[in-house]
Structure formats: C-alpha cells, structure tokens
C-alpha cells in the first residue's frame, strides 16, 4: 500500500502501454498510448498524486460499488438512517469514482440539501456522522487512508434555529382540552401521546396497535430517530386513553387517517394552524414543544438526565445534556452562591 510500481513497456504495434497494480483494489491497470513522452508524462502524473494525494488517488471504482458492499456486511448501519439524504448521496455521488470525492464535493452537496430541505447545521453534522461510518469503513479495509467528511466542518454546538417553546403543566392540560373538542379523533390522539410519553411526532404515527402491551405495561416506539427501538412505561392516564381508543376502531395504527393509514404530516400541520388560531394560548408551540415541555416538567419534578435520556430515546446522555441542561440550570431556585436564600431571616 505504502509503495507503488508504475511501468512502461512497447507493443508490437509501436504504443506504450503504462502499467500499475491500484493499491487499494489490487487491479491491474493498463493504459496505451502512441508515444513514449506521453506514457512516460501519464507515468509521473500517477507517481505524484500517489506521492500527494495517497492510494485513494488513484481508485477508479464508483461508490456505488463499495456502498453496496457495505450494506451487505452492515445491514443495520446508520447510513440510510434519513432516507431522503442518503438517497440524495448515492444520486450525487454513486457514479463517481472514489478519488473524486473529497472535501470540496461533499461540502458543496451538504451547502445543496442545507438550502433545499432548510436544514440547521445540528442537522447536516447529524447527517455526517451517519454518512462517515461508510468512510470510516473503507479506511479500516485500507480503501483509502482518510475519511474526507473528517475535513468537512459545521457549529459544533450550534444553536437551535428556532426558540425552544416549553408549556407548563397547566398549559399542556389547556391544550390537551381545547384540542379534544377541536379535533378528537386525529389532533388530540397525536398530541395526547406525545404529551404522555414524550414521543416524537414521527414516533407517535407510526404506532401500531401491536405496539401497545397493556400486559406488560409498556408501549413501543419502533424504528425511531436514531435508528433503535425503545419501550417506555404507560402511565394510568396513557392506559385509560389508549384503552377507550382503540376499542373505538379496529385499524392497525394507533391514530389512523380516514383510510386506515398513517395520518399524513400536512393534515396535522393544517389542524394545528387552525386550532391554534381558536385556541391561542400566547406561544406558538408545536408538536415537538410537547416533547420539550415533558422534559422541562420531568426535570422539575427531579427527574434526572439519565433516566430522561432512556425516555426520550437519545443515543447520548451528551445529546439529553446539550438540549435540557440548561432548562435544568432555569429551574434552580438560587443559583448565586453569593445570596442567602428567601427561607432565610436576613
């Protein structure tokens, strides 16, 4: 890997033919040429991007191909995790060669699904991670001997594109109320789960019935954000609901659309905006403000990060941190050390 031989031999027809072994595929490579100036210019452009550039330099094989076995040795990887940008990788870049594909490339396509799909910098550093596992791969097998996303840069830590909106207890249960009347059998089953287990809207369509085990007590979010499943207890208000839903219709998901289907996100974006209007409570919150606000009360109500982050579904208790350690640091009541607390006869 670390030497490469390049030679030169003439055919009976006169060419020069330039012949090399590819470091990273073992192939042989051979290429004719009718003049020796001109196998012996080839000769030294290939020496010195093997010099500069390494191996990878010189690997003629699409992507596509490596991606492919890729997924055949890790049928679970993270990669297609977001199905719709790991798709948008393979039609950008499955035809081009290896050596094609460096740090400029890979920048310009995420500068592209950043401005098409309106994504935050903690979005494209996610979809990163997810993609460089295929990278990293190839540097492990000696494909090549970096990962060009490692070269690739966003915010570390950048912050949220919009404020986080967090309900208190009493204006969830407001919610929860208005929406019941507003829209009883799409809206508030959505908004009542997410409330009560702290789900992602995502997590809480895609809920099937077999997914609720009143037996054990437990409900189970399948395939969720980070790509594992997870179970969570069903409290006596979810198991009341969930009971007295169900037993109101006979389809496969727990909150079905007309047709029996999962309830499609521009029908819930509709009702939202129109029950928000009637029923204005003075934030303009969303589905996933239910999912902050259960942290924000959980913590509360001393609750404690780690057993948040098995809730919520969180890879890293670092990720659980990042998003509500500061709604933790908002709730201390006297966090200066330097004055006695209100309890406290000055």
């Known amino acids: 890997m670390n030497s490469l031989k390049v030679k030169i031999y003439q055919l009976k027809d006169g060419h020069h033919v330039v012949c090399y072994k590819d ?38 094989t699409p992507i596509e191909q490596y991606m492919k076995i890729y997924l055949e040795q890790f049928p679970n990887s993270r990669v297609r995790n977001r199905k719709k940008h790991f798709e948008s990788f393979c039609q950008s870049f499955g035809k081009r060669p290896l050596n094609q594909v460096g740090k400029t490339e890979l920048s310009l396509w995420f500068k592209k699904i950043k401005e098409e799909n ?40 950048p ?9 208190s207890v009493d204006e969830v249960m407001k919610v929860l109320d208005g929406v019941r009347v507003f829209s009883p059998k799409t809206l508030y089953p959505i908004l009542f789960i997410a409330a009560y287990t702290g789900a992602r809207r995502s997590e809480v369509l ?66 939202l905006r129109r029950f928000r209007k009637q029923f204005p409570i003075g934030k303009h919150w969303g589905p996933h403000s239910l999912r902050h606000s259960f942290a924000y009360n959980f913590l509360k109500q001393k609750g404690n990060m780690y057993e948040l982050q098995a809730i919520l579904g969180h890879r890293s208790i670092d990720v659980t941190v990042d998003t509500y350690g500061q709604i933790g640091a908002q709730d201390i009541e006297n966090a200066c050390p330097y004055e006695k607390n209100e309890t406290e006869i000055i």
């Open 159 to 167: 912050p949220p594109r919009r404020p986080r909106v967090v309900l």
């Open 23 to 60: 470091p990273t595929t073992q192939k042989r490579k051979r290429t004719k040429f009718e003049s020796k100036v001109e196998a012996k210019r080839y000769r030294s452009d290939i020496e010195l991007k093997f010099q500069t550039k390494g191996p990878q330099s010189l690997n003629q």
């Open 118 to 157: 309106d994504l935050s910098d903690r979005t494209l550093n996610t979809i990163k991670s997810e993609l460089n596992s295929f990278f990293i791969h190839l540097e492990d097998e000696g494909v090549i001997s970096d990962s060009p996303l490692m070269k690739v840069r966003f915010a570390r830590k």
């Open 206 to 271: 895609k809920l099937k019935r077999h997914d609720v085990d009143f037996e054990t007590g437990l409900v189970h979010f399948r395939r969720t954000k980070n790509g594992e499943d997870r179970s969570i207890r069903i409290t006596k208000s979810l198991k009341v609901f969930l009971e007295e839903f169900l037993a109101s219709h006979s389809h496969e998901h727990v909150v079905p659309y007309h047709n029996g289907e999962m309830v499609p996100r521009h029908i819930i974006g509709k009702h």
